[in-house]
């Protein structure tokens, strides 16, 4: 199983729909961060969380709001799905606690979105 | 202005060639550096970091100018299996990682 785990991996929804894209995991990481991947514009941060009371608005938090529910747990909610919105979206994590520390970011398998 | 600006390619060379890729970074400031991979509707993975001391892993080596703000990643004697995307990220004091847009590497038979 995947230590980073997307749901849907896959959704295809019309403008104006509530969207919830999930992400958990099973790494014990602290920070959790949501990405999308446009071509051309490479991963844009959406938002990012540094433990379960931090939430933070990244370039592009507009149109997007998240929830973390647990350590393990963060949610990214499109609350009015526009078609501009259609992307690869990517959680990913990372491990600021531990005494290894690399910087590495560990990412899902993504979560393509189409608005139509 | 961008954080990270890379050449997006493609860039297609055969078997066995050497292969170059840069990256510019526009904040002085910058804290980390990495190399990250990205096969076809895949997601990213980390391929190496970049120390200002410059460092190898096998055929891949990084090397990082802080006066002139760029990093580069050098892939010697490529193989059919180097085809991706090259990823170049930076990370500033708060901690958040900006992407490049990637550089396309096919590796021809």
Redesign the interface.
Known sequence: DADVTQTPRNRITKTGKRIMLECSQTKGHD?M?W?RQDP??????IY?SFDVKDINK?EISDGYSVSRQAQAKFSLSLESAIPNQTALY?CATSD?TSGAY????F????SRLTVL | RKEVEQDPGPFNVPEGATVAFNCTYSNSASQSFFWYRQDCRKEPKLLMSVYSSGNEDGRFTAQLNRASQYISLLIRDSKLSDSATYLCVVTNTGNQFYFGTGTSLTVIP
């Open positions: 920070r961060y990405y051309g514009l490479g991963l844009r941060l990012y990244g990517f600021m690399t910087g590495e970011l990412f899902g398998e993504g």
